[in-house]
């Protein structure tokens, strides 16, 4: 029986012992690691704590002149006001909008107060209070990104077109994807925000978006002359049929034949009378829907929501001087107990 036992001999133990051992010293040292870097880290925040319970006092008057300095120059600072429009730009003008929007900034930040003046018909000092134009894409919902991006990926070739992710399509739009774009306006006056509403309505008015919308125009008297004389001609072509229907039902073999030499059996007429009264349904139907798209985009742009009488206080994190001083002044305190930490190790250290 001893033949048919599996041969082990003492050298191929050792070796497995040998891997064993090797493998249980390298997952402990793994552990001793992790182990270490979990002491480092505590002892990196019982030194932090340390160094705070025994500043103190410092700290403490620091911290609280800061914030009681932060919260008086709030106090003093003047009010900021804001105020939202949203718009819907048609025949491409939201391209001159965002530009337009740019150059008020420009204007602003150069104190050009006269052009600004004359853009929104307000006087000298108002124009003085104004802070600065702001645009974003409008609000827009998962059906709306889907609209834009299937209309992306019909300008593309099919090959491009499974290449482009619809997350990858969000991240790198544009300002100019979307169809609905807010304005915000900041200024010093809280109730100056509906006297700038007639100047910026006049930024989506150019010379591109006047010719494109001449050439919609004219597109669309020329696709309905066409389709006015196609409804004569299916008028004409059901007159004719009238006229052979009414001889049909005096003919008594069902069949007719006009002075041109047409022949006409009962059968198809009814057929043919079918198929132009379909033909008639559609071609009205086409018209209609060009007297609507001319009657829904008659402007260059729709307002979808005003400027508020008054603006909105606007406020931000970046203004709550009261809290960001504080903050500010704690972080001085840490670099510059750093910096002399640092200092002293140099000094008294001798290689």
């Known amino acids: ?28 040292k793994f552990i001793e690691f992790i182990k270490s870097i979990f002491r480092e880290f505590f ?12 500043n103190f006092k410092i700290i403490a008057i620091v911290v609280g002149i800061a914030g009681v300095v932060g919260y008086a120059l709030e106090k003093t600072k003047q009010e900021v006001y804001t105020s939202q429009m949203l718009v819907k730009p048609y025949f491409d ?21 006269k052009q600004l003046t004359q853009i929104f018909d307000i006087n000298d000092e108002e124009a003085k209070q104004l802070i600065q134009f702001e645009i974003h894409p409008g609000p827009e919902n998962e059906n709306d990104q889907i609209k834009q991006y299937d209309s992306f990926l019909k300008e593309l ?26 304005i915000n306006v900041q200024s010093f006056k809280k109730d100056i925000f509906r006297s700038l509403e007639d100047g910026l309505n006049s ?21 309905k002359q066409r389709i006015l004389s196609s409804i004569k001609v299916v008028d004409s072509l059901k007159q004719v049929y009238v ?33 132009l009264l379909k033909e008639e349904i559609n071609l009205r139907k086409e018209l209609s829907e060009l007297e609507s798209q001319k009657v829904e985009e008659d402007v260059f742009f729709d307002t979808l929501s005003s400027f508020q009488d008054v603006g909105a206080k606007y406020t931000t994190i970046w203004e709550r001087y009261s809290i960001i001083f504080p903050f500010l002044a704690f972080i001085v305190l840490s ?13 008294s250290y001798e290689g």
């Open 203 to 223: 930024t989506f008015t150019n010379t591109y978006s006047i010719k494109k919308m001449q050439k919609r125009d004219s597109l669309i008297a020329i696709k």
């Open 243 to 275: 006229n052979v229907m009414e001889e049909e039902s005096k003919s008594q073999d069902g069949s007719y034949t006009t002075r041109d030499g047409l022949s006409f059996i009962q059968e198809k007429t009814n057929t043919k009378e079918y198929e």
């Open 157 to 182: 070739d099919s090959v491009r077109a499974q290449e482009v992710e619809f997350d990858e399509f969000l991240e790198n739009r544009s300002i100019y994807s979307g169809d609905i774009f807010e």
């Open 93 to 113: 003008s939201k391209f001159q909008l965002v530009t337009n929007i740019k150059y008020y900034n420009a204007l602003i930040g150069e104190k050009d107060y």
């Open 335 to 347: 670099v510059i107990y750093l910096a002399v930490k640092a200092i002293k190790y140099v000094k």
């Open 43 to 54: 002892s990196i925040i019982i030194y932090a704590f340390k160094a705070i319970i025994d």
């Open 1 to 28: 029986m001893s033949k048919n036992l599996p041969d082990h001999t003492p050298s191929e133990e050792i070796d497995l012992i040998q891997i064993f051992n090797v493998i249980g010293r390298v997952f402990n």
